[in-house]
């Protein structure tokens, strides 16, 4: 890992470890977070700081372990900022009781998360089915996974850095974003030179390596595919990466 320097800076004393999209790779998890442990040892004194873009499930084979670490394995003494996926607002809102998201939801790597529960995913799509796997869905996840996705953010600040999951809207000022665009927002986000006033760091949408813009920087490397969960280090002026 080498870090390089540039302009942007986060607050004085914060070294700032940011995690891509895991969707479901308990594994990758766990070996990132020992990276992370050693990396932050070798280090100044500086005050230690997860921040996780979100998608925690999904499409991995094991979402159950990766909400089991989250909610109990993190490295001593490091704080944490859990950011909401696309994919965990999804899974908050079906338990909530949106049964009608549940065909979308299941399209788009559900069925993994279900199966890591203990559930057969591929049943009728018949409501009464749907309402059904609803509540054994509910009775098989732990309250501290329902809590943890519920009490997510939508995004967060830190010096000149904007962290969120999918993007933002170009033109919007920063606090005046959609929850919506912050979760799906992809193309038109992807496409902007614009100044976005800070730059703008998030996963949502799949690159070979960490994209790395002027005004973004992008870091969901496809970890349930690829085998690839990447963390973006920040400290000061300067970035480096760490990755499985």
């Known amino acids: 890992m080498e870090a390089l320097s540039f302009p942007s800076r986060t607050p ?3 070294r700032l470890y940011v995690i891509g999209d895991i969707h479901g ?3 990758l998890l766990s070996m990132l977070l020992k990276q992370i442990e050693n990396d932050a040892a070798g280090k100044s004194n500086a005050l230690n700081e997860l921040i996780f873009l979100g998608d925690y499930i999904d499409r991995g084979l094991d979402t159950k372990g990766v909400l089991d670490l989250l909610t ?4 001593h003494g490091m704080k944490a900022t859990f950011l909401r996926g696309n994919h965990d607002d999804a899974m908050v809102r079906f338990l909530a009781g949106e049964t009608d998201l549940a065909q979308g939801w299941l399209l788009l790597g559900g069925t993994a998360t279900l199966a890591s529960y203990g559930l057969n995913p591929f049943q009728s ?3 009464q089915d749907v309402v059904r796997l609803r509540e054994s869905f509910a009775q098989k996840v732990p309250e501290k996974h329902v ?3 519920r009490a997510t953010l939508a995004s967060c600040t830190r010096g000149d850095y904007y962290f969120v999951h999918a993007g933002i809207r170009p033109g919007v000022p920063l606090a005046d974003q959609k929850a919506s665009d ?3 927002i992809r193309n038109v986000f992807l496409a902007s030179h614009a100044d976005h006033g800070k730059i703008i760091v998030h ?3 799949v690159e070979e390596s960490p994209v790395v813009r002027p ?3 992008g870091i969901d490397t496809g970890a349930f595919a690829t085998g690839k969960l990447t963390c973006l280090v920040l400290e000061g002026e300067t970035r480096a990466f760490l990755q499985t």
């Open 25 to 27: 790779r308990a594994d």
């Open 215 to 217: 005004n973004r920087i």
């Open 147 to 149: 809590a943890f996705l």
């Open 12 to 14: 004085a004393g914060l």
């Open 72 to 75: 109990g394995g993190l490295p």
């Open 125 to 127: 799509q018949a409501t």
């Open 203 to 205: 996963g949502h949408t």
């Open 182 to 184: 912050k979760l799906w």
